[in-house]
């Protein structure tokens, strides 16, 4: 079994910290007794409120679905504190946090799911399907926090929407900003949307005098996609 996840704790205050950092379960969940035992084994051998550091790409959605429900159902207060990235499945676990932080420097991106799938047209309209039934469940936990519709969260899901801590804050997402001084504005936020650039530079790369100067800008955004 690799571990994904660290637990730490504080002996002067007692306060647990829970550390996940990278890929969230190198190997699925699915049909797995025994890491899902051992992650709720971990969580359950101690009381009070957690934190939760995240930094992580996202990773397997069975394993954050599971870990989203153990936190809910936590007894004692979690906050979430976001320091790199939270992508994809990660952001999913960080929805389970009664508070919701992030860093001023770190991002959160959430995007459609996707599997890989074999067979005929049935097979491929089965994982059609189960695709748009996992969306729906990860709308789910989004709607929950954040309050938004489920039409603008499909949206920014299809899009591969990218957050800073300003613009989390604002749809929801988040809760608060990490170090922050006074009272922060949030008229610098932004939200990045993967289509939306996509679009606006294929256009331009119909226009050969803009190609040369426009093409490895829309390669290395390509990079961006895990």
Known sequence: ????????????????????????????????????????????????????????????????????????????????????????????IAMAGTEVLMSPTSLMMIHNPFTIAIGDSEEMQKAIQMLDEVKESIINAYELKTGLSRTRLSHLMDAETWLNANKAVELGFADDIMFKPGESSLQDSFVFSRRAVTNSLMNKLQKPVVKQSVEPLYERLNLLKY
Not at 33 to 49: K, N, Q, Y
Not at 59 to 67: E, H, N, P
């Open 1 to 92: 079994m690799k571990k994904f996840w660290n637990w730490v704790r504080d002996t002067d205050t007692q306060t647990r910290t829970l550390y996940l950092n990278g890929a969230i379960a190198e190997e699925s969940w699915f049909e797995d007794d025994v890491t899902p035992a051992a992650f709720r084994e971990e969580l359950m051998s101690g009381e009070g409120d957690i934190v939760v550091w995240i930094n992580s790409p996202g990773g397997d959605c069975i394993a954050a679905s599971q870990i989203y429900n153990m936190l809910m159902d936590y007894k004692g207060n979690v906050t979430v504190k976001i320091d790199g990235i939270a992508a994809s499945a990660a952001s999913v």
